[in-house]
């Protein structure tokens, strides 16, 4: 054979059988697996991602199923050990002798040690090569509000960075909802904003880089009510012909949606570029609030946004518009950040000693031997901040002061909520106007009857969500925390 069919040869013992073949072929009395492995690589060890396929399953699946991984053939046998899999999946670490192909047997089990058929039973990868894989030209990532900083920002999924060879499966994991989903309810929704960026993309604003598309999970999605600051576990699997899928696990309510999108960067869509110049305008906002800016430059850019907001009012489904928008708006938001560098630290530094202060005067007031004590290391770990002018920890020290602050006034801070904005109601665009004055009015009414967290809480939520986008500075409520 020569060298030409040879290659040959090899390239296609690589290539996934299509899927119409596949379905074709099936024995669906086994149990059906998804095997994502690389077919080639020059690493010694991998990750194999590895699932149960219930709908292409037509036996009986028990309720545990563990798989053991075995590498056959010459030398040193190797084993991974049972490990539970799922629908959901689990990754299984694979060893690999150098230069030669790796034949891997799996082999399925029940919890009482039984054999189970599955389908397939056998993969296997190269080692030694790389042989004609595509890969990921950008970094693949979703945009997060920190959990530190509270900044929206583009973070990277990992093991799908650029250069990533694909298939590729990549997992976002410990990421929180902002507000309740309430089932059924199509208004109440999570929103996870996929996007492309380059080596310099991790924390930057996500639309310095490519959009690809929001995916949108709303309450008429899930089974049940999903309260705020629930878990989401992320894993996005992106295929040889770049189709994305997309799984949100909630393990609160132990249910996993799916959506799949094809990799493709479309037009610019409308109500994504609308709430992008809505965050734009939140940023000035925010940076007035904070003074110590260039007055000038701010107004100038205030200016840009707002004649950009106008043209993009008078023509919003014209594709040229938006690009046009979208191009001059990343260019004012480049000069909003060099505002915000330059204001960030001491900003900062008086937001925490104003902070500290305030913490210490409640636990004076509230506070007991043991927050006394917290309160203690947090004045030492304060004077080491500022010494040293660190942002990073400084923002870190902060959002446990705010947390301390929280725990020992959160019903006087539900209180003086209420009572704003009863007393400056028609300051605010209510949604519901009628419901907001309900709301209130049961507000007053726990107040007058010597309040507690659990009944005042409900009613702050309620009147939250009853605010407009506009009202809410910079930030979006319906992406994740993480």
Do not use: C
């Not at 670490?93 to 030669?100: A, D, H, R, T, Y």
């Not at 082999?107 to 990921?136: C, M, R, Y």
């Not at 004055?437 to 939520?461: M, Y």
């Amino acid at each position: 054979m020569t060298v030409v069919s040879t290659g040959a040869a090899l390239y296609a013992s690589t290539v996934d059988v299509s899927e119409e073949v596949r379905e074709q072929t099936r024995d669906k009395t086994k149990i059906q697996l998804e095997i994502a492995n690389e077919s080639s690589t020059v690493e010694t060890e991998q990750f194999v991602p590895i699932k149960i396929l219930a709908d292409k399953t037509e036996g009986e699946i028990p309720e545990k199923v563990f798989a053991e991984v075995s590498r056959k053939g010459d030398g040193i046998q190797w084993s991974s050990g049972k490990v539970k899999i799922n629908t959901i999946g689990d990754i299984v670490e694979i060893q690999l002798n150098e230069g030669k192909t790796n034949v891997f047997e799996i082999v399925l089990f029940d919890d009482k040690g039984n054999i189970l058929e599955s389908e397939p039973s056998n993969f296997s990868v190269i080692q030694g090569s790389k042989i004609g894989s595509a890969t990921l030209a950008y970094n693949f990532g979703i945009e997060l509000k920190d959990r530190t900083t509270g900044k929206i920002r583009f973070r990277t999924v990992k093991n799908l960075e650029k250069n990533q060879s694909i298939p590729a499966v990549g997992t976002k994991n410990g990421l929180k909802t902002q507000k309740q989903i309430r089932p059924g309810m199509d208004s109440d929704f999570i929103k996870i904003p996929v996007y492309e960026g380059g080596h310099e993309a991790e924390g930057t604003r996500a639309i310095y880089n490519e959009h690809v598309t929001d995916i949108r999970i709303s309450g008429a999605d899930l089974p049940s009510l999903l309260p705020e600051n629930s878990d989401v576990d992320l894993t996005v699997n992106i295929d040889r012909s770049e189709k994305i899928t997309v799984t949100a696990y909630f393990p609160y309510l132990d249910f996993t949606y799916e959506t799949s999108v094809e990799r493709t960067i479309s037009s610019i869509e409308t109500d994504w570029l609308s709430n992008e110049i809505r965050k734009a305008k939140g940023s000035i906002a925010e940076l007035k609030q904070g003074g110590n800016s260039d007055d000038a430059k701010l107004q100038k850019i205030e200016e840009e946004i707002t004649q950009l907001e106008k043209s993009f009012e008078n023509n919003k489904n014209d594709v040229d518009t938006k690009s046009e928008v979208l191009s001059n708006l990343r260019k004012s938001l480049k000069t909003i950040d060099e505002l915000n560098e330059t204001t960030e630290w001491p900003k900062l530094e008086e937001t925490l000693k104003e902070e500290f202060y305030r913490l210490e005067k409640a636990n004076n007031d509230l506070g007991n031997d043991k927050t006394t004590q917290v309160v203690n290391q947090f004045r030492s770990q304060l004077d080491e901040v500022i010494r040293a002018k660190d942002v990073k920890l400084g923002n870190v020290l902060l959002e446990e002061i705010n947390s301390l602050f929280v725990q020992l006034t959160l019903v006087y801070q539900l209180i003086g909520f209420v009572r704003h904005h009863n007393d400056n109601f028609g300051s605010y665009n209510w949604k519901d106007s009628g419901k907001a004055r309900t709301l209130l009015n049961k507000g007053q009414q726990i107040i007058s009857e010597n309040p507690d967290v659990d009944e005042l809480h409900p009613v702050v939520i309620s009147l939250i969500e009853l605010l407009p986008n506009d009202e809410r500075p910079s930030g979006d409520d319906s992406i994740l925390v993480g």
